[in-house]
T-cell receptor, first 114, second 112 residues
């Protein structure tokens, strides 16, 4: 399967600051990546589809001005949580759209907003 | 609304037994079905995918798909304590691009 990395693996920040999370495809040129969020004891919720060279497609209820996605190259997508608040504390996971419609997930980034 | 449903568990099985995990989905147009395993605090890892009705085997894992009943299952033979995790069922619906809809997962506990 594909190899996906995320950085940082965890981050603690103060309320009101912005946090950038990087998702890299290490062995595959990914025109499409996905960003998910997972709260404790809950399943993965798709936030947005990141498309290389174009605007991301956000799921209903996800604020595009708060969760900025940039997919400037075939190997890198970034998610910026702007003006983070405690309710944004979650596990953020990206995935790469691989072959045969499979998705391969990065290791995730745990965000804690104080 | 497209939904994927799983029993949250926990499902407890003794070591060496067969664990049976079930998933139902609402969208009849669904075409691709996936099982992911997620250990606590980690991201999901792909176990198997299945597209056609019937069984698909890979080592100790067997995925079963019945599109008429909108049902997909995962069997784990010779369950090991290391299989203890949450198993997520995911469905890729027709016309949804490659977006996946996940169930809430079933927690499996394999006991010594």
């Amino acid at each position: 399967g594909a190899v996906v990395s995320q950085h940082p693996s965890w981050v603690i920040c103060k309320s009101g600051t912005s946090v950038k999370i990087e998702c890299r495809s290490l062995d595959f040129q990914a025109t499409t990546m996905f960003w998910y969020r997972q709260f404790p004891k809950q399943s993965l919720m798709l936030m947005a589809t990141s498309n290389e060279g174009s605007k991301a497609t956000y799921e209903q209820g996800v604020e595009k001005d708060k969760f900025l996605i940039n997919h400037a190259s075939l190997t890198l997508s970034t998610l910026t949580v702007t003006s983070a608040h405690p309710e944004d504390s979650s596990f953020y996971i990206c995935s790469e759209d691989g072959s045969q419609e499979t998705q391969y997930f990065g290791p995730g980034t745990r965000l804690l907003v104080l | 609304q497209k939904e994927v449903e799983q029993n949250s568990g926990p499902l407890s099985v003794p070591e060496g037994a067969i664990a049976s995990l079930n998933c139902t989905y609402s969208d009849r147009g669904s075409q691709s079905f996936f099982w992911y395993r997620q250990y606590s605090g980690k991201s999901p890892e792909l176990i198997m995918f299945i597209y056609s009705n019937g069984d698909k085997e890979d080592g100790r894992f067997t995925a079963q798909l019945n599109k008429a009943s909108q049902y997909v299952s995962l069997l784990i033979r010779d369950s090991q304590p290391s299989d203890s995790a949450t198993y997520l069922c995911a469905v890729n619906s027709a016309g949804g691009g490659n977006k996946l809809t996940f169930g809430t997962g079933t927690q499996l506990k394999v006991e010594l």
